[in-house]
């Protein structure tokens, strides 16, 4: 009987060895990335609930506004396997308009006096944020984003690996970060 459950427990651990490997990689990202949504569905859900009625809600957004730059910055930061890479470009262009849009939150609310040039700029860099992390998501869970101003062409035949969003035939890798006029800019590798 011992020997039964020796060979249970090394078959076992061999079996889980072979399933590491490559897929350890891909099973790491993705439990860092359901671990970035969560933690965006609780900032999105206590931006929600801040009470504008207190005297500090400014402040109390602010950190929120902050601690969701970092969470962003912590997502771009992370290691995207071969099957998601072009996820990676969006990841850092969510990080950078987070960036911008929590920089103009601060510089709307902080003045000596209120600027809603300022807030209306952080409004569309926040916008953009998002629109990013929701094409994220898709592609995550496999579908391709679609709408007005978006393409998407495959290279070497894989469907995420290797793949651009906004980038035609036509466009140079110079010119595939240029802002594409609707609110979005194109990704380049």
Known sequence: MK???????????????????ED???????????????HIAEFDENINAIDTGQEDYVAQLLEYLDALDAE????????????????DNLADEASENM?????????????E???????????????????????????LHG?????????YTEEDNSIFGDGYLNKSDDD???????DTGDGTEGTQE
């Open 24 to 38: 350890e990689a891909l099973d790491a990202y993705q439990a860092d990335m359901e671990t970035f949504f969560a």
């Open 99 to 111: 960036r911008q849009a929590v920089s103009y939150f601060h510089m709307a609310y902080e003045a």
């Open 172 to 178: 140079s890798e110079e010119g595939a970060g240029e």
């Open 143 to 151: 579908e391709i984003p679609e709408g007005e101003g978006i393409t």
């Open 72 to 87: 962003v910055a912590w997502m771009a930061e992370l290691e995207v396997p071969e099957q998601f890479s072009v996820v």
């Open 3 to 21: 020997k039964f459950r020796g060979l249970v427990l090394w078959l076992s651990c061999a079996l889980f060895l072979m399933g590491c490997g």
């Open 113 to 139: 006096e209120f600027n809603p040039n300022y807030e209306e700029a952080a409004r569309e860099y926040y916008q953009r944020a998002n629109i990013r992390l929701q094409y994220i998501v898709m592609l």
